[in-house]
Nanobody
Framework: QVQLVESGGGLVQAGDSLRLSCAAS????????MGWFRQAPGKEREFVAT????????YYADSVKGRFIISRDNAKNTVYLQMNSLKPEDTAVYYC?????????????????????WGQGTQVTVSS
C-alpha cells in the first residue's frame, strides 16, 4: 500500500513558478514509477509528467515540455514537480500517482490507467 500526499499548490501570476511535492509512504517507494496528472474544470484528467524509479528517465506532455521538471528523492520518499513560466492554461488540480513496484529501473508510464495509487490533489491557479 502506498499513500500519497501532495502539497505546494496555490495562486500565482502568469510567468511565476511553483514547486509541487508529493510525499509517499511505503518502504518500496523507490521501486515505483511516479507520475503527475492534472484536471481542469470541465476537462478530463491529463498526463503531465512521469519519472522512472531510478530517476534516470523522464517524460513530459508537450504542453509542459521545457517549462516543468519532474524529479524524485527516494531517500525522502518524495517526488517533485517544478513548474516554471506558468500560464493560465496550467490552472488545474494536480495529482501525483504511483505505479509498481517494478524491477525495471527505466520504466515510465504516461497513461493514467496503470497507476494504482493517487493523491488527493492540490489546486494550482494561474492568473493572467
Amino acid at each position: 500500500q502506498v499513500q500519497l500526499v501532495e502539497s505546494g499548490g496555490g495562486l500565482v501570476q502568469a510567468g511565476d513558478s511553483l514547486r509541487l511535492s508529493c510525499a509517499a509512504s511505503g518502504r518500496t517507494f523507490s521501486r515505483y514509477v511516479m507520475g503527475w496528472f492534472r484536471q481542469a474544470p470541465g476537462k478530463e484528467r491529463e498526463f503531465v509528467a512521469t519519472i522512472s524509479w531510478s530517476g534516470g528517465i523522464t517524460y513530459y506532455a508537450d504542453s509542459v515540455k521545457g517549462r516543468f521538471i519532474i524529479s524524485r528523492d527516494n531517500a525522502k520518499n518524495t517526488v517533485y514537480l517544478q513548474m516554471n513560466s506558468l500560464k493560465p492554461e496550467d490552472t488545474a488540480v494536480y495529482y501525483c500517482a504511483a505505479d509498481g513496484p517494478y524491477a525495471d529501473p527505466n520504466r515510465v508510464v504516461i497513461t493514467s490507467a496503470p497507476y494504482d495509487y493517487w493523491g488527493q490533489g492540490t489546486q494550482v491557479t494561474v492568473s493572467s
